[in-house]
């Protein structure tokens, strides 16, 4: 049986089980949700050669502040020497990310397993 971690805010779950970690993000990623993510973004995101998966799954609402912790954190992986994937299957979160041009910087992948495969599989970063 898989263990769910506890929440870390009520936006935030890390798996940290093995590499990559996993940062689930649930529910209405705004101004205040990304405050309280921020600090765990950047633990996540600020290690050499980090493998990073953040996972939209199950979010609701997400604004330009969510826009922000993506931006952040591809960043962040980048200057580290390290990889960032993201899994996203929300429309109304695929069309922002298109409309933003995110989409080709980060591509959404649609599940966690995928995500998980590609991190196994890809030797350069995003």
Same mark, same amino acid.
């Given at each position: 049986?898989?263990?769910?971690? %506890? ?25 205040? %949700? ?8 950047? %633990?996540a ?17 997400f ?5 922000r912790?993506?931006?952040? %954190?591809?960043r ?30 980060l591509?959404?992948?649609?599940t ?6 590609q ?5 350069g970063?995003?």
């Open positions: 049986m898989h263990n769910e971690p %506890a929440p870390l805010t009520p936006h935030l779950r890390v798996h940290r089980d093995r590499e990559p970690t996993v940062l689930e993000l649930h529910g209405e990623i705004d101004i205040v %949700a990304a405050l309280e993510i921020f600090p765990f973004l950047d %633990a995101t600020g290690r050499t050669g980090a493998q990073v998966v953040l996972d939209l799954r199950h979010i609701e609402f604004d330009g502040s969510g826009l912790l993506l931006y952040r %954190a591809r962040r992986v980048l200057a580290q020497g390290g990889q960032l994937h993201l899994v996203c299957t929300h429309p109304q979160t695929l069309r922002i990310l298109q409309v933003t041009g995110l989409d080709g910087l591509p959404p992948l649609p966690l397993d995928e995500a998980l495969g991190s196994e599989t890809t030797s970063s995003v």
